[in-house]
């Protein structure tokens, strides 16, 4: 009686413990978010930048091709035609609106296969969530990456 | 066999190793549709003449000997230039035919830009298309590519990108064999050709439109659509055209609730495949932020907004204390449904038959006078044509290009009587330029040449109208054995309009051709009014009548129904006086119109964009519209608010849907019983005119009016 309770309780847990006291002595593979961020992979598909050439215009030219490819039909984009006075993207076309409902993204990146310019990208920024619905809807603005700073010659 | 003689002879070919039966001269790219086969084209277009100019359409061909074998050619012909033929053997999809096909999209694709995703044709590009199927998958262009202008303004709705003109001459062709207006041609040659207006003046055409969708790339594009939508962006619903009367039917293609563009959609006994430049570019007002979306309530020199409930309350209090003294006066763009309900309205809950839908000058009581027997389809095929009056081409432009594709395909006689220079002059057999005002005359004079008797002296004629007489003799020569009239109401708007319409029923008496004699309405649902009877019975007011007892006050009560009664009617000192001195007036509408200032009540109507109902168009046609987007604000049907009054005031049960309203009509109005809603799919339904006895002669004065120079 005395030996099975040993053999099958004791054990185990002295086995447990073994373990445990073997592990904690290796590297932590756990981090202390949100103080410490793990390093993504370069292939992260998390939150979505509209990115801008290196003389700051955009890249996005409004043709809607992203809005076509997406499964969640979540962007929206009006596009606009540029002037010279007024100028957003080289060419002919920019996006006058570009919106894209967080809530429907399902982070595949069609739209950024789909794009012809390299304009949209999703990229590392994973930390989406907030309070309110309407928050969700990320417009032109929020998307758009901030202008390159002029480097110094 | 004596049934097959009349029959156009047949061929039998083989396509695809599949035997098949075709109309003689049928073209090859036509037969492989029949087995359900296509040939890729670009050129090619079923109602223009084949040019062979693309050479995108090649297939094998070749011929059956008398021993059974087969010879082939030794070159690819093209399938849209090539007729059918007896033993012709075609092949479709061989490793050559292929290997042709892509040759010729890489060719063209050399000098394309390839500037898709900014091209508002992407998407429903038939380059992208070929190319996908039939093209090469990868370019060995590496030079530098043609640079030509992008985005040239050809005129304010058409933008031509010169890049990617695939040089197809679709646009070319269009002008010269379908609007007849010459005005695109071909300049220079080779790699530089490109397709331009004369010395690039701008794009004038009434159908500029068209070549927008007949254009196989995105070189022709419209300036109104450029870059407002993808076409994966929008949603396409069918729709119908409420600019004219010929009630063409259209794609409504909308984004977010939003009209974005209309295209032409197929309908071969109205508008074939063509939609005219108004109906095209016109329909702007549907998002104007001058639509009427609330209801408002006069309260002192204020309209207040205000709800439906107290506006019934108000109507119903006004109306049943005027009486049998108040009114209706209709538009042309409410629905049959609307006008029915309205006439209910009036006829049974205020006893009133005040009732009328037309606005010109004369308002003749005959019935005989409004006929229209003629289909804008039998046209085509009638040899002599008279078209009488005002410029055709903008009052009924769909029409005008039927009676130019009978000219053109058919070689009618077209005479052409107008006091302007018009667009049917350049195809007519003679064309009678009047002075304005002579129309009786005139009339007289051809009347006199045609059957040598009654109407007026021809050389008198000739000095008072400044027609030649030559050209009286020459056109009375060709209408005597008969012709058909097209001719529009707008003529009652001559002074002497009764007397204009009476000449023209005793020519076309005189000529045999009483059963061709048309006087086509001119907006969208005049015709549906007329044969709902919307007009004043014995003891009711007609619409002059109505607006002078508005005037001097002795009617108590107006109901204004999708009219501004200032832009249609020629007195608009009279209108103003009676629209001032009415004591309530109703005025419903889907857009704010001049005489809103002087309305008592202001009720917001659906657009036809946003209600159920059917239209009549020009030659009786009832035509179906559906729902595409949601009414805006408080706005409802008018058939609708009628119903919901007529609940109030004589607890009627009301209608709750369009096709009730229409069963109503149908019971109500034998001539529509075969236009109830389930047989509107497809072309819609002609109904039956109204039984008429033996159109008689009518006394006429054919004298000439004083026209003041400022009305035509
Ligand atoms: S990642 Fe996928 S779901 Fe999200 S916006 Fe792009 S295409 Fe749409
Ligand atoms: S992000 Fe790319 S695909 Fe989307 S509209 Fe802009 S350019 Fe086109
Ligand atoms: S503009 Fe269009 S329709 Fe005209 S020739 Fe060029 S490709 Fe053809
Ligand atoms: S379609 Fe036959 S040559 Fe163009």
């Known amino acids: 009686m005395i030996t099975e309770v040993g053999k099958d309780v004791v054990l185990p847990i002295l086995k447990g413990f073994l373990l445990t006291g073997k592990r904690l002595f290796r590297d932590k593979s756990t981090v202390m978010y949100p103080e410490q961020k793990r390093e993504s992979y370069p292939r992260t598909r998390w939150r979505h930048v509209l990115a801008r050439y290196e003389n700051g215009l955009e890249k996005c030219i409004g043709c809607s091709l992203c809005a076509g490819a997406c499964p969640a039909r979540c962007i929206y984009v009006e596009a606009a035609e540029n002037t010279n006075e007024e100028r957003y993207s080289p060419g002919e076309r920019y996006a006058m609106r570009y919106e894209i409902n967080m809530l429907r993204c399902i982070f595949c990146g069609f739209c950024q296969e789909a794009c012809p310019t390299g304009a949209i990208v999703l990229r590392s920024d994973f930390e989406l969530a907030d309070y309110q619905r309407e928050d969700f809807v990320y417009t032109k603005e929020m998307l758009l990456e901030p202008m390159p700073v002029q480097s110094e010659r | 066999m004596a049934a097959a003689a009349n029959e156009p002879q047949s061929v039998i070919l083989t396509i695809n190793d599949i035997e098949i039966e075709v109309p003689r001269g049928e073209l090859i790219v036509e037969s492989v549709k029949r087995i359900g086969l296509e040939i890729p084209i670009f050129c090619y277009h079923s109602r223009m003449k084949p040019v062979g100019m693309c050479r995108m359409c090649l297939v094998d061909v070749g011929f059956k000997q008398p021993d059974g074998s087969v010879r082939m050619m030794p070159k690819p012909q093209a399938g849209c230039t090539l007729p059918a033929d007896n033993n012709m053997v075609v092949y479709t999809d061989t490793e050559k035919v292929r290997r042709d096909r892509k040759g010729v999209l890489e060719f063209l694709l050399i000098n394309h830009p390839l500037d898709c995703p900014i091209c508002d044709r992407g998407g429903e590009c038939p380059l992208q298309n070929n190319t996908i199927f039939y093209g090469p998958s990868t370019t060995r262009y590496v030079e530098i590519k043609r640079h030509l202008p992008k985005a040239f303004p050809l005129s304010k709705y058409v933008t031509l990108d010169l890049e990617r003109c695939i040089q197809c001459g679709r646009c070319v062709r269009f002008t010269e064999e379908i609007s007849g207006d010459s005005q ?99 329909q702007n007002y549907l998002n104007s932020p001058d639509r009427l979306t609330e209801v408002f309530v006069r309260d002192g020199d204020k309209l207040i907004e205000s709800n439906w409930a107290t506006a019934f309350q108000q109507v119903s209090v006004a109306f049943q204390s005027a009486g049998s003294k108040c009114a209706a006066l209709v538009g042309g763009k409410a629905s049959n449904e609307d006008i029915f309900m309205l006439k209910r309205l009036f006829t049974e809950a205020f006893g009133s038959n005040n009732l009328d839908h037309r606005w010109t000058r004369c308002l003749p009581k005959s019935d005989a006078l409004y006929r229209v027997a003629t289909s804008i389809a039998d046209f085509e095929n009638e040899p002599v ?122 020519l076309t008496i005189a000529c045999n051709s009483s059963e061709k004699y048309n006087l086509f309405a001119t907006s969208a649902n005049e015709e549906g009014a007329r044969q709902i009877e919307f007009m004043p019975s014995a003891e009711g007011k007609n619409t002059r009548e109505i607006l002078e007892a508005c005037a001097s006050g002795e009617m108590k009560a107006l109901w204004l129904l999708e009219c501004d009664p200032l832009s249609l009617s020629h007195d608009n000192e009279l209108v103003t006086k009676a ?40 030659e009786r046609r009832v035509q179906r519209i559906k729902p595409i987007i949601a009414a805006k604000g408080s706005a409802k049907p008018a058939w609708k608010s009628f119903g919901e009054l007529l609940l109030r005031m004589k607890g009627d049960p009301p209608p709750f849907h369009a096709h009730e309203v229409m069963q109503l009509i149908a019971a109500s109005h034998q001539k529509f019983q075969s236009a109830i809603y389930e047989n509107l799919e497809g072309e819609g339904v002609v109904i039956p005119a109204n039984q008429s006895t033996e159109p008689q002669a009518v006394d006429v004065e054919y004298t000439a009016m004083e026209v003041p120079s400022n009305t035509p």
Not at chain 2, 248 to 263: G, H, K
Not at chain 2, 393 to 418: G, S, T, Y
Not at chain 2, 464 to 486: N, P, Q, W, Y
Not at chain 2, 585 to 611: D, G, M, T, Y
């Open chain 2, 579 to 618: 629209l001032e001195t009415v004591e309530f007036l109703v005025v419903q509408n889907h857009i704010k119109s001049e005489c809103v200032q002087f309305a008592s009540v202001l009720l917001p109507a659906c657009a036809f964009s946003e209600k159920d109902g059917t239209y009549t168009n020009l």
């Open chain 2, 184 to 282: 695109l041609a071909f300049r220079f040659r080779g790699a530089m050709m490109q397709p331009s207006t004369f010395e690039l003046t701008d794009f004038e055409s009434r159908f500029s439109g068209n070549v927008i969708e007949i254009c196989p790339v995105g070189a022709l594009t419209s300036a109104e659509y450029r870059f407002r939508a993808r076409p994966w962006d929008l949603q396409t619903k069918p729709s119908i055209c409420l600019e004219c009367s010929n009630g063409c039917n259209t794609w409504f293609d909308y984004r977010v609730a939003s009209l974005v563009r209309i295209n032409g959609r197929t309908n071969e006994a109205v508008n074939e495949e063509w939609t005219c430049d108004k109906g095209k570019f016109g």
């Open chain 2, 385 to 506: 044509i008279f078209v009488f009056g005002n410029n055709i081409a903008e009052e009924q432009p769909i029409l005008f290009l039927r009676i130019r594709k009978a000219w053109f395909r058919n070689d009618a006689k077209v005479i052409v009587a107008c006091p302007e220079a018009c667009e049917a002059d350049t195809f007519a057999h003679t064309s009678l330029r009047y002075r304005p005002g002579t129309e009786a005359v005139l009339l007289g004079a051809i009347h006199r040449a045609a059957t040598g008797a009654g109407g007026v002296d021809i050389a008198e004629a000739s000095s008072i109208t400044g027609v030649g007489e030559e050209a009286i003799r020459r056109a009375a020569d060709a209408m005597k054995s008969g012709f058909a009239l097209a001719a529009s109401r707008s003529l009652l708007d001559l002074r002497n309009g009764e007397h204009v319409v009476g000449a023209l029923s005793n």
